[in-house]
């Protein structure tokens, strides 16, 4: 842990936002949020993944409007009406998503809708827009060329040009959204020397990150954010990595999914020995057995899901090896569901669905040639299995003919789920199985997946909820940075001590 001078102006904040609302369609994002950032000072926002830490600050480069709240700027009320604003009142931001334009250059992106103008109405002065652009490159000690297209780009260099045009926006309020998730130690470093410069200039920043020992060796004070409410602030001096967590995960874990959990598993189902893959995993090794429910936790980026998708052989692996039932199967999705590999993804509308077809189609199309083997369709028999499926799973659907787009979330979740039961599949990958879906459909999604493993079969759960990890998992791993961080049996599967794995904390 470095020491730093904070040379934080105490006098008034450059930006406060009071009691900050926002909702979405069945969410409450944020509840009466109060932030400030002062000149000079690196603010950590924290929280698990959901706690409205990236609403916050999406609310305060403009990019959303509050519902309810008031943002003012050196102590007068501003209304942000969008990122224009922002940009007036000097507030740049440095998303975890990138903004870049593929094919654009890289001195296009970084002073994009700021080029500097030539001698002619309308002519760009390109000596000048390059020679700007590098000269921001530079400063990250970066070897990027600025006349490098962006498509041609790693994606730390991509983040790297994010963080230039920041940069190039001459800021006063700067956000950072997880900056250094996709960097090199060196790169990390030449970032944090490039803060520490800034906060000597008296640039305000808020940084929001789930790294702990950045958080304690960049911050001057650690906001923690919980199910969209302000759960409170501390010095760094005055606080301590253990209260932080306790911060994070301080509700009570929710018990509405008892079950009865699995003391004598079945046999090794699928098993990774020393995996690593161009998608970034590292000398990763996890095993799931039958009739047990495992759990995939850490936060976002921490590489859950490329395990999925390494599995289900949507991306090759680069060394180690992967087994089913003892044995090495084809490195593709087809090779996958034919060794009895399921896979309900994240994103279910574009992933797991085919959202103009109909509930039958969706059930019956990842078993056509299983449930049809002499090539022909019949139609009767395709409705009389969809029909059963719906009932069996109580799908709430008029018909089997009805088009799956229609449906609710939790409802075209159970067709995902129904399409693999009819695939006969015996290792379920759940990717985050409650998402968007209300409280009743989580208990009907949970309650099926207990019945698979009752029936023998393996799931491995990736959920981004502590309390759906803890009270649902008979033991889980715990990701960070796309290396395994540790396992914890039932005995010792609680939300502090996966958030302690997935922070870098113990």
């Not at 040379?7 to 609302?21: N, Q, R, T």
């Not at 800034?198 to 304690?216: C, D, K, P, T």
């Not at 379920?428 to 009907?444: C, H, L, M, Q, S």
């Not at 493993?453 to 715990?478: F, H, N, T």
Request: charged share 25%; with cysteine; glycine share 10%.
């Amino acid at each position: 842990m470095n020491a730093h001078v904070s040379p934080v102006d105490l006098a008034v904040p450059v930006v406060s936002l009071k009691d900050i609302e926002k909702a979405f369609p069945g969410v409450k994002a944020l509840q009466g949020v109060s932030l400030d950032l002062f000149a000079g000072e690196v603010h950590m926002i924290m929280g698990e993944n959901g706690a409205g830490k990236s609403t916050l600050m999406k609310i305060l480069c403009g990019a959303y409007a509050a519902d309810a709240g008031e943002i003012f700027y050196k102590g007068a009320r501003e209304t942000l009406a969008g990122p224009k604003d922002a940009r007036r009142l000097g507030i740049a931001v440095i998303f975890q998503e990138f903004s870049l334009v593929p094919h654009l250059d890289v001195a296009q992106n970084i002073l994009l809708g700021r080029e500097p103008k030539g001698m002619l109405p309308g002519q760009i002065d390109l000596k000048r827009l390059y020679g700007d652009a590098q000269r921001y490159l530079d400063m990250l000690g970066s070897d990027i060329d600025a006349r490098t297209p962006v498509h041609r780009l790693r994606v730390a260099e991509q983040q790297m040009v994010e963080i230039a045009k920041a940069l190039s926006q001459d800021a006063r309020v700067l956000v950072l959204d997880e900056p250094t998730s996709a960097l090199s130690d060196r790169e990390t470093e030449q970032l944090f020397k490039v803060i520490r410069t800034l906060q000597s200039e008296g640039v305000a920043m808020a940084y929001i990150s789930h790294r702990m020992a950045e958080v304690f060796e960049l911050g001057d004070r650690i906001t923690v954010l919980r199910d969209g409410q302000f759960i409170g602030s501390r010095l760094r001096a005055e606080t301590s990595s253990d209260e932080i967590v306790r911060m994070m995960v301080g509700r009570s874990v929710d018990t509405s999914y008892g079950r009865t959990y699995c003391t004598a598993p079945g046999e090794t189902v699928i098993a990774l020995s020393g995996v690593s893959a161009a998608n970034g995993l590292s000398d990763v090794s996890i095993e799931v057995r039958r009739g047990e429910i495992v759990g995939l936790a850490g936060l976002v980026g921490s590489g859950r899901t490329e395990i999925a998708r390494v599995i289900f052989g949507a991306d090759p692996i680069a060394a180690g090896e992967i087994r089913c039932r003892g044995k090495v199967y084809g490195r593709t999705p087809t090779a996958a569901r034919d060794n009895g590999i399921a896979l309900i993804p994240e994103s279910r509308k574009t992933q797991g669905l085919a959202l103009a077809r109909s509930v039958r189609d969706n059930i019956l199309a990842a078993s056509l040639t299983r449930t049809f083997p002499n090539g022909w369709f019949a139609p009767a028999r395709a409705h009389a299995i969809a029909g059963g499926l719906i009932e069996r799973l109580r799908i709430a659907t008029p018909s089997p003919a009805q088009r799956v787009g229609t449906l609710s979330g939790g409802n075209q979740q159970k067709v995902v789920i129904a399409k693999w039961l009819n695939a006969d599949a015996d290792l379920f990958i759940f990717d985050e199985p409650t998402r968007g879906i209300d409280v009743g459909a989580k208990a009907e999604i949970f309650a099926l997946i207990d019945s698979l493993v009752k029936q023998g079969r393996a799931v491995l759960m990736i959920s981004s909820e502590l309390p759906e990890i803890v009270s649902v998992c008979d033991r889980a791993y715990v990701m960070r940075d796309k290396r395994v961080a540790g396992e914890l049996d039932r005995a010792n599967l609680t939300q502090e001590n996966v958030m302690r794995l997935a922070v870098h904390h113990g």
